[in-house]
């Protein structure tokens, strides 16, 4: 397996657990129950999750409102967007 399938694969797991984490809180927000931090949910954004947290915001109507959600996460997809072309350029 190549850097950039790894990379891939890495991406994929870590949206998917963004998105998880997403639901879990819109959950917990309508129940009144323990909510996740704002700076977990940034820090899974930033190590790779940023997609799964677009998705999870548009998806579960969540954190929408805040205008930080949006800017952070975007600019956290077009860094990992650089950083696989990054990969890509090194590898291919």
């Given at each position: 397996?190549d850097?950039?399938?790894?990379?891939?694969?890495f991406?994929?797991?870590m949206s998917?657990?963004?998105?998880?984490?997403?639901a879990?809180d819109?959950?917990?927000?309508m129940h009144?129950?323990?909510?996740?931090?704002?700076?977990s949910l940034f820090l899974v954004?930033?190590?790779?999750?940023?997609l799964?947290a677009i998705?999870?915001?548009l998806?579960f109507?969540?954190?929408?409102?805040?205008?930080y959600?949006?800017?952070i996460?975007?600019?956290?997809?077009?860094?990992?967007?650089?950083?696989?072309?990054i990969?890509?350029?090194?590898?291919y």
């Amino acid at each position: 397996m190549d850097n950039l399938t790894i990379y891939f694969i890495f991406i994929c797991i870590m949206s998917v657990f963004e998105l998880i984490l997403y639901a879990i809180d819109k959950y917990n927000s309508m129940h009144g129950k323990w909510r996740i931090r704002e700076k977990s949910l940034f820090l899974v954004s930033f190590l790779g999750g940023a997609l799964g947290a677009i998705f999870g915001m548009l998806i579960f109507r969540h954190k929408t409102k805040h205008w930080y959600f949006w800017i952070i996460n975007i600019l956290f997809l077009v860094l990992q967007i650089l950083l696989g072309i990054i990969i890509f350029k090194f590898t291919y």
